[in-house]
Structure formats: structure tokens, C-alpha cells
């Protein structure tokens, strides 16, 4: 017999090596390299094959051909299915990252309970927790007398065996996937070998049955998918299930679906019985708005498909240190040292003096170019000490000439502001047709220092008006 070869195994970044090292070369990290044998096992090369096996010719197909059943399983949860596309796809398989404690489990016990209860054959397979815990949970969420399924197990093959039983299970939910092992592979649970071929298994197991599968995985506190990347390519779907410490507001976010769109999210909130859908995230991430406060401008952000509105905070206070202070929750700090490089040299604003704080309310995370403006509002508002308009919401991206761009679905984020009770609008010109109401009193510069002579302007009407 051939001797079992031995590598190590990147932890982090799932690189394998032919020797031990306390650093990873291709990801840098320290100390994630783990002894993981290859004899045989799924994860392992075709040298180490015992015999080469004769190919076995398979059946070629065409595209067009009969589908199997309805493609979707609508949870009922609104916003679960909007971050999903319209419902767990049948035959794919779905990741679901996230913290530990964000509420991963707490989701899928309630999304399981509501599929349970339309009918559906739903299994939930817990390696983490004890089925006495499950069940505490679902008796917190009210749905200990939905029909799911429940099993605490943690072995591929068992639980294989398992859903096999009976009739062919809608979904099944396996929590979480670092906890599983299989006996193909030789290395212990939580190895990305052992992670990659229960993955593997799981996944060729939706494919052939067309049952949906959701995996749960917990994401290392750099922000990866612990027992990594790896399983992120083989499934169908991504979703992320993000919040803020210390905020009782979570956030699924679509990261790949090939089945969907990507960049959509579904907003929920954490109470005492489980996560509430918001519908109306704006609502939310403005609840708690001082309007007359400098330093506040409202952004009318997309996400998805879906408008949202959210409040950007800035602070700038004078500075003792000789590199002033940057600081950025919510959003790209390179960004914020863009637009304040291009105040200081397209608008005479000086922050070199200054430190600056830049917060987006609510705990909420952007990425949208589109927040420049109301970025730059905040920043000028706070500096200044005038407060913007309460009413005003804003959006447009500044290049670094100075000049405000023109961003999409501007018709969108106006409609939004207006539900909201929003009557102005600072966006940028030359986006397209804006019909009636806020869009007529809204304000369209072309560079960025009209916008700030603007707001300085605000100090010369108010003091008119006191006169
Ligand atoms: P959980 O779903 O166990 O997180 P994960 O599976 O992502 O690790 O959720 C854990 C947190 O959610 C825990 O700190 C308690 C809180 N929680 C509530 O606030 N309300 C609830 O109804 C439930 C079930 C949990
Ligand atoms: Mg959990």
C-alpha cells in the first residue's frame, strides 16, 4: 500500500503545503497551518487514487428539457425570499454566513418552522447545539408545534442515511457546516479538508435528490468564512448575515446567487421572540434622527432593488495632534480621504487642522459611491457648524476634479425620500427627468463647491432673517 501522504492545510486560506511552517506563504497569516492527511480522501490528488478506475460513459442532455417541479420554495418570510431571489431554489445549495450569535440559527428556525408549516418536508441538522436547546429556541419563537424535522448530528454519512428515510425532505438545513465530518476524509472536524468534502457531499446530495440544502458557516472574525473560501465556490448561493454590536438590527445579504440577483438584502430586527421583518428599513435606520443638529445629512442609498434611506453623521472638531484623526464607521476610509482632499483643493474647505469623525446611523454599512455627497454635506455642515435642511435628503458621486456625477435610479431614492416625508433634494444634474413634487425643489450642482457655497450661503439668509 502506498503511504499516506501528509500536508499541511492553510486554515485561513486553504493553501496546501509539504511542510510545516508557522506562516503561510500565499495568505501571510500566522500559525493556521494544520497537518491534514490526503490518503484517499475527497480533497486528496489523483496520485494517491488506489487504482485508476475505467471512465464510465455518462448521458448527454439538452438544454431545453423538463425541469422538476416548481424551481422555488417560498419560505413566506418576505424578506429572506427577497435576499434569496423568491425562495430556496430546489437542487442548489446555499451558504449562510455570519458571526457566531448574529442569529443564523434563529433565522433558519424560523424560516424552517413556516416552511414546515405550509407543508413542506423540512430537516433541520443541528452539530452545535442539543436538541433540548433547539428546542428551547423554538419555543421562544413560537413555533415548537411546527412539523420540522430535528436531528443532532454531526456525521455526512448518518445524516445521509437519515434524509434518505421516508419521503425526500424540501430543505434541509445543516447548522453548521464546520461541525460536520465525514469518514472519506481523515483529518479532524473543522479542517478545511473535512469542511470541503462534507460540503462536497452535502451539495452532490441536493444536486442528485433536488432537495434544497442550506449550509450554516461561521465567518472568522477577518471577515472569511472559517474553513474558508472554499465551500463559497462550490455552492450556488451566498448569504451573509451581518449586524452591528451593540444594534438590534440585522442584515442578509445576497453575495453571489446564480440563481438571482446579488446585492439585495433582507432587513430584519432581533426581539425577545426571534427576527422581525422590517419592511421599511428607512424607517428604521432614521428612528432615532435630531434634524437640527450640524453634521447630519440624509443619504438616499440603494440596495438591491430597494431604496433606503439612511442618516450620515460627521464630526469636526479642532485637533492637539499633529496627524489629525480619521475615523470612519460604515463606510470606506479611503473614500473620506478622498473627499476631504477634494474639499481642501476644489472648495477651499481646510481640514488639516481638524480631526474627523464620519458615522453612518444605525450601525448600517455602505459601499455605494453615491453617498459622496451627502458625505461631503455632513462634512461641511459640521465644520461649519450650520445645520442642513431637515427635510433635504442627498445623493451623487464627486470625482476628483470636484464635479458631481450623476448616479442611477435617481427617480427611486427621490420617490423613497418623498414617501418619507422629504420635500428637497440635493442630487446631481443631468439625472434624467424628475417628476413633480420633491424632484421640483430639489437642487442640482454641477461641482461640488456650489454645493458648499450653498451651505455657507445658509448663514447669510439666517442672518437676514434675524436682522
Ligand atoms: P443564534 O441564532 O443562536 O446565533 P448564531 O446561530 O448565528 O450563532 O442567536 C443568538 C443570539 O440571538 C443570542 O445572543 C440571543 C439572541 N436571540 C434573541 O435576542 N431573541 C430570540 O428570540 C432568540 C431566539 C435569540
Ligand atoms: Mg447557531
Known sequence: MAKARVQFICQNCGAAHQRWAGKCDSCGEWNTLVEEGTSGGIGSGPGSLKSARKGRPVTLTSLD????????????????????GGGFVRGSALLIGGDPGIGKSTLLTQAAAALASRGHRVVYVSGEEAVAQIRLRAQRLGVASSPVELAAETNVEDILATIAEGKRPDLVIIDSIQTLWTDLADSAPGTVTQVRASSQAMIRYAKSTGAAVVLVGHVTKEGQIAGPRVVEHMVDGVLYFEGEGGHHFRILRTVKNRFGPTDEIGVFEMSDKGLREVANPSELFLGERHATAPGAAVFAAIEGTRPVLVEIQALVAASTLGTPRRAVVGWDSSRLSMILAVLEAHCGVRFAQHDVYLNVAGGYRISEPA??????????????????PADCVYFGEISLSGAVRPVAHAQQRLKEAEKLGFGRAVLPSGSGELAGGIGAGSFQPTALADLVARIAGSRRSRAEETD
Do not use: C, N, Q
Open 371 to 388: 453617498a459622496d455627497l451627502a458625505v461631503a454635506s455632513a462634512l461641511v455642515s459640521s465644520l461649519t457648524g450650520l445645520a442642513l
Open 65 to 84: 428539457g423538463d425541469i422538476e417541479d416548481a424551481p422555488r420554495i417560498v419560505s413566506g418570510i418576505g424578506e429572506l425570499d427577497r435576499a434569496t
